[in-house]
Every structure is written in C-alpha cells, then in structure tokens.
C-alpha cells in the first residue's frame, strides 16, 4: 500500500496502539502549532518503525506542547529492506544528500565504510540517522534504516558476511553496462559499496576483485560525483535486481 502524500507524516520514538496518547517533541511539537497551526481535531499520520502507519489526531495542545492521539492504523508494518550501502562518507551537505537519497531508494542499513582516500573520517552518526529519520517521513517510508558506526575498509571486508554479494563500483571497468553483471546475481543478498571522491585506491580495487562474493559494475561512459555515483547505482540495482 502507498503512502498518502497529502498528510502530514511525523516519526515518533513510542509504541503505537488505537487510542495511545504521544507527547510531540519540542520542535515537532513547535513544527506543528507554529508553521503547520494545527487546530486541536486536526489529522496526520505516525510511524515509529516497527508498529506501521497510524492515523492520529491533535488531543489537546498549549503554546509550546502537542499531544497525540492514535486513532487507527492505515498500514501495517512492512519488512525492513535487505539492501545493505556502504559508502565513504563526503563532506557535510554532500553527506546529508547522499543518506536521504539511500533510504529513499530503499537502503535498509547505512554502512560508513573509511578507505584510503576518504577525507571525512570523523563525524556524528547522529545526523546521519537523523537524515535518515527526515527521509523517512517525506517519502512515506515506514521501516528506518539501521545506521552503523564507520568502519575500515580492510575490517568490512574481513567481517563479511559471505552469502551476502557485494556490489562495487568500479571507474576502471572495461564496459560501461552495469546489466550483465548484475542479471547475474538475481535472487542473492546484496549490498552496494561506493568509494569516495577521489575512487578506490589500486590496492583496494585489487583488494575488491580477489574476493568471491564481490561483483564489480560501472556506471556509463562519464566519471560521477561520488553522491551521483550512489544514486545511479542504487537505481540500477533495484530496477534490475531489487524490488522494483
């Protein structure tokens, strides 16, 4: 079932149940009666992540506090997706991109993955999984991504998680069609890794292509931003082999 986009749609950390009552956050709680100025009566919709969709109500409110009222659920909680992105994280607005347009093209774990030429290599995860949350509430997604803790290039690889295949992409293929490879990879768990701005270095890409469940793509003829880069990918695979 799609989301109904002509509501407004708010994540909420709380259990949701017919006739549970939820305080908003502070600046939900300001978003509501200040930009949005919902009147008490007035409908939107909650998600949590784990107990569907549910269509609520303004309760009661006062100038600066909105409670909640759940009134039914409109859809029910779907599977988290199985698409595991590891990625190299880019500089801060770049960064905030590349995460809202994962888990709208359905990421179900964002992964920071540190490589030889990655600039960014601290920064809070706590924005990441607030982009996440942001993303979420626009595209009408019920299930959050889980978001990790950055992680070593050469620590990923040693830790993986064999029957799961991981797609790489790779500027120095020798085709510019990414189809072949991955039609021949339908029906496997997948994850998608995307390098930095300045690519995989020689040894990681040697790295990458000694090992038995890594599949190399391009994407095309033209050298990609890496957050392009992300988005195209993550097209490609769900239009060949995910789940649109």
């Keep these: 079932m799609r989301a109904n986009y002509k509501m407004q749609r708010l994540f909420v950390p709380q259990d949701l149940a017919q006739g549970i009552a939820v305080e908003a956050g502070p600046e939900q709680s300001h978003y509501l009666i200040h930009v949005l ?78 490589t030889q030429h990655t600039q960014v290599t601290k920064f809070g995860t706590e924005r990441l999984a607030a982009n996440a949350v942001e993303a979420a509430e626009q595209c009408g997604i019920l299930a959050i991504p889980e978001v990790r803790e950055p992680v070593k290039f050469e620590k990923l690889l040693a830790g993986w998680e064999k029957d799961r295949r991981l797609i790489f992409c790779d500027e120095s293929a020798q085709t510019n069609n990414p189809l072949p490879a991955l039609q021949g990879i339908a029906g496997k768990k997948l994850a998608l890794l995307v390098g930095p701005e300045g690519g995989f270095s020689d040894d990681e890409r040697k790295m990458l292509r000694a090992l038995p469940f890594v599949t190399a793509i391009p994407l095309g003829p033209r050298i990609l931003r890496a957050d392009t880069a992300a988005v195209a990918a993550l097209a490609v695979i769900q239009a060949t082999v995910g789940d649109w």
């Design 37 to 114: 100025r919902m009147a008490e009566g007035a409908e939107l919709l909650l998600f949590n992540g784990r107990d569907g969709e549910w269509l609520a109500r303004v309760a009661t409110k006062t100038k600066k506090a909105v409670r909640l009222e759940a009134v039914e659920q409109t859809r029910p909680q779907p599977a988290s997706p199985d698409l595991l992105y590891c990625f190299a994280p880019l500089k801060q607005g770049r960064l905030d991109y590349l995460v809202q347009k994962a888990v709208e093209m359905g990421a179900g774990v964002l992964q920071p993955v540190i």
